[in-house]
């Protein structure tokens, strides 16, 4: 029995970190082990976890299995994104032009900024009172 071929990429944002396994098949997304609609509770997650099939018109057409730790829903579902559209582009390299242009293949930068020392947050400072 020949074994097909999976296709594998990693995606992150924030602080989350998604490794997405993407072979084809009838178009089922596995979360941790979950189905995409038991892990995700918000409807926008699921949304933008589908945006990269639908750029390329490949709805339904791969089996995903994704394995994604910390952070929250919204920036584990950025990174799973990154990650299925990672996955696309290996699949295909022709689908890397329309990714590329919506954003899809960008890595998207942003991080908490750290508390400092003397100051109540990363930048808020501790109310001032004169007397």
Not at 25 to 47: H, P, V
Not at 66 to 72: A, I, K, R, S, W
């Given at each position: ?20 396994f993407m072979k084809p098949g009838k178009g089922t ?34 089996d995903i299995d994704v394995t994604v730790v910390g ?47 003397g100051k109540a947050g990363a930048r808020r400072r ?6």
């Amino acid at each position: 029995m020949a074994t097909e071929k999976v296709f594998y990429a990693t995606g992150r944002r924030k602080t989350s970190t998604a490794r997405v396994f993407m072979k084809p098949g009838k178009g089922t997304l596995i979360i941790n082990g979950l189905k995409a609609d038991e892990y995700l509770k918000r409807m926008q997650s699921k949304m933008v976890i589908l945006q990269p099939f639908e750029t390329v018109s490949q709805m339904g057409k791969f089996d995903i299995d994704v394995t994604v730790v910390g952070g929250g829903e919204n920036g584990q579902a950025g990174a799973i994104r990154l990650g299925i559209a990672r996955a696309l582009t290996a699949f295909d390299p022709t689908f890397r032009p329309p990714l590329k242009k919506i954003g899809y293949l960008t890595r998207d930068p942003r991080e908490v900024e750290r508390k400092k020392y003397g100051k109540a947050g990363a930048r808020r400072r501790y109310q001032y009172s004169k007397r």
